[in-house]
């Protein structure tokens, strides 16, 4: 079945770039995304990228997607304290279901 | 203010009660999701419904029921049949657009005494 697999931590000093990495599995995906999610709180869409696109640019965030290599990652620009929060991957095939992957937790370091 | 509300932010309950958490979207949004988040695991899908009167059965339904009566609402009903019903609870909706995205909801923690 569709899987999607992120690593768990990533830790960065506060003012470096964060780069968090996803893979998945599905190849018909059409929409991919990056959610942010606070302690105690719901998931914030943070951006997404259509599947026939390979880099999109907003503000700090670039997302980069490998279509051939399933792998997707965002990449956060002079990182700060109030990044630091759990950040999810998540897929969307044909349909309306959604796979999610387990989210990466970046801490930010002072 | 267009948005989803889920009620109650907390919510306990004694093992072998039933208990049921309340979404609640003014976005006019079609379809409708419950999802389980557990530490490290992250969003599992329990149901979801695409139309009112409709809903089907997620990843891990077992033990969970809902229903769709109106557009705007999609409650879920933990039965006691739920072994380790201690989750945060999430409730989001969709419609196809620009972003083709799923809208949260602010979540309900639950835990069971």
């Known amino acids: 079945g569709e899987d999607v697999e992120q690593s768990l931590f990533l830790s960065v000093r506060e003012g470096d770039s964060s780069v968090i990495n996803c893979t998945y599995t599905d190849s018909s995906s059409t929409y991919l995304y990056w959610y942010k999610q606070e302690p105690g709180a719901g998931l914030q869409l943070l951006t997404y990228i259509f599947s026939n696109m390979d880099m999109k640019q907003d503000q700090r965030l670039t997302v980069l997607l490998n279509k051939k290599d399933k792998h997707l990652s965002l990449r956060i620009a002079d990182t700060q304290t109030g990044d630091s929060a759990i950040y999810f991957c998540?897929?969307?095939?044909?349909?309306?279901?959604?796979?999610f992957g387990p989210g990466t937790r970046l801490s930010v370091l002072p | 203010d267009g948005g989803i509300t889920q009620s109650p932010k907390y919510l306990f309950r004694k093992e072998g009660q039933n208990v049921t958490l309340s979404c609640e979207q003014n976005?006019?949004?079609?379809?409708m999701y419950w999802y389980r988040q557990d530490p490290g695991q992250g969003l599992r899908l329990i149901y979801y419904s695409q139309i009112v009167n409709d809903f089907q059965k997620g990843d891990i339904a077992e033990g969970y029921s809902v229903s769709r009566e109106k557009k705007e609402s999609f409650p879920l009903t933990v039965t006691s049949a739920q072994k380790n019903p201690t989750a945060f609870y999430l409730c989001?909706?969709?419609?196809?657009?620009?972003?083709?995205?799923?809208?949260f909801g602010p979540g309900t923690r639950l835990t069971v005494l």
């Open positions: 989001a909706t969709w419609t196809s657009g620009s972003t083709d995205t799923q809208y």
């Open positions: 998540a897929e969307r095939g044909y349909g309306q279901n959604f796979v």
């Open positions: 976005l006019n949004h079609d379809a």
